[in-house]
């Protein structure tokens, strides 16, 4: 659903766009003997020629308006599309420079997947995403099979989901308050949901299902609003996450039989697994509500955002099921 962004990552040019500016513009390149010295100047103006429109941008670290391919500091590209990035990013060899510290080698594919951005990004963007946490910390939560790991979204990772949410255009309406995704899901939650895959969380099952998660709903819980107790509907397998964003809040779980009540609170980067008894025995809500206590301390509820991850059954897919 909707347009998707990466965060920008850096990229040497390779000779295909090289091979572009010369067909383009008759550029000459000098090259020496020794095929490591080689240095080919592609200029702005050249650049945005052949990419670009009024809304482009290509931004270099060097002084004058020209790139030196041998000089390991590549420019970024900034786009009024992804069409035109996309452009841009086919004829781009992207590496990781040798002065930047190499990604976790499992997220390296989503980490270099794009040296491009949309021009109208609301957040800042990030050089490239960041790793969730592998950690095996554990809220204690009173409820079989229900798990919350502290901090596993760092800040800078939650600003980077942040910023692709915003660039989404799935919220662009302020009376839009909810966004789903199903069947290929967005590819800036690929090294979010390999992550959450190895942390062990799950049972040995459904760690090793791929894929992991086919469905995203992502929620704007605006100041005081709450979520009805529910449980979650049969169409989905078992193994639900969420993943909470902005502000903090207490969810509270009923038994379905029993009736007996536990509280978590969800803080901004935690992530909360169900499964089993968890998912299917316990019903789980927010209360509306501006303030709320949490063992002595107020909790004051801003803007919340929950990305919750599902996988529908076979069935699932037929409408009225």
Not at 68 to 75: D, E, V, Y
């Amino acid at each position: 659903m909707g347009k998707e962004t990466n965060a920008p990552f850096p990229g040497y040019f390779s000779a295909a766009i090289l091979a572009q500016v010369q067909a383009r513009h008759d550029m000459k390149r000098s090259r020496s003997r020794s095929p490591h010295s080689e240095k080919v100047k592609v200029s702005k103006r050249e650049l945005r020629a052949i990419f670009g429109d009024s809304d482009s941008d290509f931004q270099s670290s060097e002084d004058d308006e020209t790139h030196s391919r041998s000089s390991g500091i590549p420019p970024h590209g900034s786009f009024s599309s992804l069409a035109r990035g996309g452009d841009f990013r086919s004829v781009a060899k992207v590496e990781v420079p040798p002065n930047l510290e190499q990604p976790d080698q499992d997220l390296a594919e989503v980490a270099c997947a794009t040296s491009l951005h949309t021009s109208v990004p609301i957040v800042a963007p990030l050089e490239r995403p960041p790793s969730p946490a592998l950690t095996s910390a554990r809220k204690p939560t009173g409820v079989n099979g229900l798990s919350v790991v502290p901090g596993f979204l760092s800040d800078s990772l939650q600003k980077y989901l942040l910023q692709n949410i915003a660039s989404s255009g799935w919220l662009a309406d302020p009376q839009l308050n909810q966004a789903i995704s199903f069947g290929t899901l967005p590819t800036w939650l690929d090294g979010v949901i390999a992550a959450i895959c190895k942390t062990g969380i799950f049972s040995e099952a459904l760690s090793a299902r791929r894929p992991g998660f086919d469905h995203m709903l992502l929620n704007v819980y605006q100041p005081g609003e709450g979520l009805g107790k529910h449980v979650d509907l049969l169409r989905f397998e078992d193994g639900i996450c969420s993943l909470s964003l902005e502000s903090p809040c207490i969810m509270t779980f009923t038994h379905v039989t029993t009736e007996a009540i536990r509280q978590v609170l969800l803080e901004p980067g935690d992530l909360l697994c169900m499964e089993g008894e968890a998912r299917y025995d316990w019903m789980h809500g927010i209360d509306p509500c501006m303030q709320e206590e949490w063992k002595g301390a107020t909790i004051n509820r801003g803007r919340r955002i929950s990305i919750t991850l599902r996988r529908l059954c076979a069935e699932g897919w037929v409408v009225g099921v």
